[in-house]
Structures are given as structure tokens and as C-alpha cells.
């Protein structure tokens, strides 16, 4: 009889936990109002084997913090938190229903696996704009930018120069004015299809 490994295991729990999150869908207005505030909704998600990728580079340990920007519903920052020895993972996350299903699966896994909380350790997520939040502590950031206008990727550059917590960054776009130098730049899949990832290294 085959055994299953690690990640057939997790990726598994993973689809089953995130089987009843839907596809977000929003007026036109609602669009028009986020656009306004420099947020753009267009949703898709790094696969399970690119995290993986990404866990190889971020070498994460239990000082670090890892930040999402623009988390959606959690599979990413969840996967971090659950396959690193991460200190602590926060999301944030603009669109209400996206935070919402993150909050839920948090939910599930906290009862279901308590002991990755242990250790002081946490995983939490913020709803709203990520670029009038505080990052400060944050070590290590993400952000899955493809669909960013470049106007985003301009504030997001410029809030990471000023946050001099920050030491590895990872961007599916690269961030012009980033005060950090690019350290390499890796292929990953996404839900949509392949993308490049912009790994700068302080
Ligand atoms: C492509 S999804 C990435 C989901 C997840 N991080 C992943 O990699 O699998 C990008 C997310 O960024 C969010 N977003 C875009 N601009 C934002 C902003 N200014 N503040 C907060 N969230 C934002 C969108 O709502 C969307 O859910």
C-alpha cells in the first residue's frame, strides 16, 4: 500500500478547507470605489509548489514576520505559517468577503492543528488597504502584484524604504524605487498561469 507524503497530505487539507470559498465578484461601483483607493480586486493565488519555492528562499525562522500584502483568503499566508518556523505571519487584505473566508479558515485550523500556535506564535489577518496599515516589525514581504498598477507598486516600494524591519521582499512585479537590491528573480505558477518572482535581498 502507498503512503501519502507531506504534501499530498497538506495540499489535500488544503483544497478541503478552502472547498466552499467562492469566486468574489463585485459591482461595478465597488470596483470603481477600491480603484479610487488604490486597491485592485483582480484575485488569483500562488500555487502550493511555488510557496513551497518561495519557503526555500525566505529561510524563515521564529524571528521573523512574514507579511502578505493583499492576503486574499489566507492559502498562502496559512501555508507559510504551517510549513516554516515562522515567529509570525500577518495578512491584509482590502475586500471584506476575501478577509472574511481567511477568518473562517483560521478558525477551522486553530481547532484542528492547535499546537502551530504554540510558542507565542501567530498568524493573523487585517482588513483593509495595506498601504495605511502599519508593517512595522514585518522582516519578510510578499505580494502576488501582478494585476497592480504601477502607481501601487510606486507606494508599496517607497513604504518598504521606510521600513527598515524588512530584509528579503518578494513581488510577482518588480518595484521600481525599491531601495533594495534584487537579489534574483525565480518563475512561479500561479492560479492564472506562470509569473516571475522578484526576489531583493538587504
Ligand atoms: C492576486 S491576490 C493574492 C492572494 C494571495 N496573497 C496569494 O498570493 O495567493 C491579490 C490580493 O490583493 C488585494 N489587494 C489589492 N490591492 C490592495 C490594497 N491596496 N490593500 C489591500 N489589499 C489589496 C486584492 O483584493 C487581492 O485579494
Keep these: 500500500m502507498s503512503t501519502l507524503s507531506d504534501d499530498e497530505l497538506y495540499q489535500g487539507y488544503f483544497e478541503k478547507v478552502y472547498q466552499h470559498t467562492n469566486v468574489m465578484s463585485y ?5 470603481a470605489q477600491y480603484a479610487k483607493q488604490g486597491v485592485c480586486l483582480t484575485y488569483g493565488e500562488l500555487l502550493y509548489p511555488s510557496v513551497k519555492k518561495l519557503l526555500g528562499k525566505m529561510q524563515l525562522t521564529k524571528d ?7 492576503s486574499g483568503a489566507g492559502k498562502c499566508a496559512f501555508q507559510v505559517f504551517m510549513q516554516s518556523d515562522v515567529g509570525k505571519v500577518l495578512g491584509i487584505e482590502a475586500s471584506a468577503l476575501l478577509h472574511q473566508q481567511a477568518l473562517q479558515v483560521s478558525l477551522t485550523l486553530r481547532k484542528e492543528f492547535p499546537w502551530f500556535w504554540e510558542d507565542n506564535r501567530s498568524c493573523d489577518f487585517v ?6 496599515s502599519s508593517w512595522n516589525q514585518a522582516t519578510v514581504v510578499y505580494t502576488c502584484s501582478t494585476c497592480f498598477t504601477q502607481e501601487l507598486l510606486f507606494a508599496i516600494a517607497d513604504k518598504i524604504n521606510h521600513t527598515p524591519s524588512v530584509q ?3 513581488s510577482l512585479r518588480p518595484l521600481p524605487g525599491l531601495r533594495i537590491p534584487l537579489e534574483s528573480v525565480f518563475q512561479v505558477e500561479c492560479s492564472w498561469d506562470s509569473a516571475l518572482c522578484f526576489f531583493y535581498l538587504r
Excluded at 459591482?27 to 470596483?31: D, F, G, H, V
Excluded at 521573523?64 to 493583499?70: K, S
Excluded at 482588513?127 to 495605511?132: C, D, S
Design 127 to 132: 482588513e483593509g488597504n495595506f498601504l495605511h
Design 168 to 170: 528579503k521582499v518578494f
Design 27 to 31: 459591482s461595478p461601483e465597488e470596483a
Design 64 to 70: 521573523d514576520v512574514f507579511l502578505d500584502l493583499g
